[in-house]
């Protein structure tokens, strides 16, 4: 069976980015996959640092990651691109828990434009050697289309659970 892994970068208690997130989980998992979230705002991970080896939970969130078939990175956009949050873990990570592992982008926003974030996590996914795949999801106005633990707009929704079937596929194909 595949294992999914959906990555929340926001910190928020009332998040859109893992809303978002939990509906292109329930889409891998009707599509075969296990599947589990891994919610950054609630995860013991201080800032990296290069010279220390082991930090709060990153032995545990690395070793998750790398056991990972594919992974859903979700996160809201500040200030154009991803937020901190998701960049300190995503420091911790190197090719060694991206190798082979099919990868989709989600970004949610609070105004209009997630263009730059989605550029930006997929340079950043490249470079540790991920399969990104071509299907991406970036949210306008989450607040308004995000609620009550789901996506209201019918076409985002769609998108977000095809994002979530996509990595599957992906993610059975690769090594």
């Not at 892994?5 to 980015?17: C, E, F, K, P, Y």
């Not at 989980?25 to 599947?35: K, N, R, S």
């Not at 956009?77 to 990570?93: E, I, L, P, Q």
């Amino acid at each position: 069976m595949v294992r999914i892994v959906a990555i929340s970068g926001s910190r928020r208690d009332t998040s859109t980015t893992r809303t978002a997130l939990h509906v292109a989980l329930a889409a891998a998992e009707d599509a075969g996959a296990d599947t589990e979230l891994i919610d950054l705002g609630t995860v013991d991970l201080p800032l990296y640092h290069p010279d220390v080896d082991e930090q709060g939970d990153s032995e545990r969130l690395k070793r998750i990651v790398r056991e990972a078939d594919g992974v859903l990175a979700g996160s809201p956009v500040y200030r154009g691109s991803f937020s901190s949050t998701f960049k300190n873990f995503h420091d911790f990570c190197g090719s060694d828990e991206y190798e082979y592992t099919a990868v989709g982008l989600l970004v949610t926003a609070g105004g209009g434009s997630y263009g730059a974030a989605l550029e930006h996590l997929r340079s950043t996914f490249r470079n540790v050697h991920a399969w990104v795949v071509p299907h991406e999801v970036g949210i306008r106005g989450a607040s308004s289309v995000v609620s009550d633990g789901d996506i209201t707009d019918e076409d985002l929704r769609r998108r977000t659970e095809t994002l979530g079937r996509v990595v599957v596929e992906h993610a059975e194909r690769l090594p």
